[in-house]
């Protein structure tokens, strides 16, 4: 049975810094990405990680201050952020993909499982 389980959302200032960390179990993956959504938004993409080629792409909104890491030991998958904006409040999911399809793997079509989201809020 395939899971990804998120931790460490939680609620920081402004110009603070979380990490996020998605545990995966079940199988291998070609492709993960985090993706989060605002209350009232649509789904965006936030960063993505191929798993073999280590290849990683971000939204412009994070560029510079997310970074996207993953074990691959452990197969898990983590997202650093720091200088924390209020804007970048919402729910924080983790997504894998089988294979990835086609680069840059940034949309969610791409990806075949999902976790149950954790919860990240920036107060300022």
């Known amino acids: 049975q395939v899971q990804l389980v998120e931790s460490g959302g939680g609620l920081v200032q402004a110009g603070d810094s979380l990490r996020l960390s998605c545990e995966a179990s079940g199988r291998t993956f070609g492709s993960f990405a985090w993706f989060r959504q605002a209350s009232g938004k649509e789904r965006e993409f936030v960063a993505a990680?191929?798993?073999?080629?280590?290849?990683?792409f971000y939204a412009d909104s994070v560029k510079g201050r997310f970074t996207i890491s993953r074990d691959n030991v452990k197969n898990t998958l983590s997202l650093q952020m720091n200088s924390l904006k209020p804007e970048d409040t919402g729910v924080y999911y983790c997504?894998?993909?089988?294979?990835?399809?086609?680069?840059?793997?940034?949309?969610?079509?791409?990806?075949?499982?999902w976790g149950q989201g954790t919860q990240v809020t920036v107060s300022s």
């Open positions: 990680s191929t798993w073999r080629l280590s290849t990683r």
């Open positions: 997504a894998a993909a089988v294979a990835t399809s086609r680069l840059p793997p940034t949309g969610e079509d791409q990806f075949d499982y």
